[in-house]
């Protein structure tokens, strides 16, 4: 799906660029050179089995970037989930983030951005330049899967935190990711498993969205999709849902920003849908990025049948700009290696 010019889109690498992928391992291998040579996708997001050292991370990303810049002229978002607590894939020597509930507890709003911005410069040194954190879900009670990931289960409160979050991460140079919208704070299941039923009776879902709605005021770039049924607003997951991606999201509380789905290949998706076929319904609903985080023969199958849909043309241009747009205002050059070893060192 080409911006530059009105080339030809029934080509699967036409529409890579609207996907972030998972890579098999900590280099650049054959697989990982094909889907960003061949298929040319957009972002690459890194787990565990990519990550051995934060030299090796520098020059995994480093070769990444290299050959997306070859083939496509276009930076890679590379990006991995460093919440905190159990969810950080970064490990010593990077600092270790305390669970954003107790977070939430025993520091301060000032003291959660100052936290962020060191985060984001280690992220930075390492070549990474899309942090998926902060989570603005807002659980009622510890039933919650969401329950330690979350600042608080007071609204105001998780909103002050999420934005101080964001605040750090953007002064460090990080692109931050708000999720899970539109909040899986009302859920009691885990959207890895199935597909979670929110069960708040409020259907303008007040408290879950005023976290969300000051980080868009607040310019907050990415926004991840949450995998839940919202019965108030349609009966399809808010990832695959128009009513939540364009009625709430972008002209309720006016993000205009590149909207990321969790995870394709997450139960509370595949349990009724293919992870391509999921896809594309999430580009048709609304969502900008297409997140497959395992199965690269899934990314492949997915950018294939987008080309297969001429339908889908304007909305991949539209996602296509979105993303261009928040490409240019990555960094420049990374950190040499110099650095990054003398940082970790200390």
């Known amino acids: 799906m080409c911006t530059d010019n009105q080339a030809a889109t029934d080509h699967p690498s036409s529409w890579g660029q609207l996907l972030m992928v998972g890579i098999p391992g900590p280099r650049v291998d054959a697989v990982a050179r094909e889907l960003v ?73 000032e003291e959660v951005e100052y936290l962020a911005r060191q985060v984001a410069r280690e992220l930075t040194l390492v070549g990474i330049n899309v942090n998926l954190a902060p989570v603005l879900d807002v659980p009622r009670s510890p039933a919650c899967p969401q329950w330690d990931r979350a600042y608080s289960s007071d609204p105001e409160r998780a909103a002050r935190f999420g934005l101080a979050a964001i605040r750090g991460y953007l002064a460090g140079g990080v692109i931050p990711v708000a999720k899970h919208f539109p909040g899986l704070g009302d859920t009691m299941a885990d959207s890895h498993e199935v597909l979670p039923l929110a069960f708040s009776s409020d259907p303008k879902r007040e408290a879950d969205l005023l976290p969300f709605r000051k980080a868009v005021a607040a310019g907050v770039p990415m926004v991840m999709t949450a995998h839940m049924s919202v019965p108030k607003w349609d009966e399809r997951p808010a990832t695959l849902s128009p009513v939540a991606l364009q009625v709430w999201l972008r002209r309720r509380l006016g993000f205009d920003g590149v909207i990321i789905t969790d995870d394709l290949e997450m139960g509370g998706i595949t349990t009724s849908l293919s992870a391509p076929q999921g896809a594309k319904e999430a580009l048709a609903a609304g969502a900008d990025l297409l997140l497959i985080c395992n199965n690269w023969q899934a990314a492949w199958e997915t950018a294939r049948l987008l080309a297969l849909d001429a339908s889908l043309a304007p909305r991949g241009r539209e996602a296509a700009a979105r993303l261009n747009s928040l490409r240019q205002t990555l960094g420049g050059e990374s950190a040499e290696l110099p650095a990054v070893r003398e940082y970790f060192a200390r």
């Open 37 to 109: 040579r061949d298929l040319k996708v957009g972002g690459v997001i890194l787990f565990a089995r990519n990550i051995e050292s934060p030299e090796q991370v520098w020059e995994l990303t480093g070769d990444l970037q290299r050959e997306a810049l070859a083939a496509t002229g276009r930076p890679l978002l590379l990006a991995v989930d460093q919440e905190g607590g159990r969810v950080q894939r970064l490990k010593t020597p990077f600092t270790l983030i305390p669970p954003a509930r107790e977070l939430g507890i025993t520091r301060t709003p």
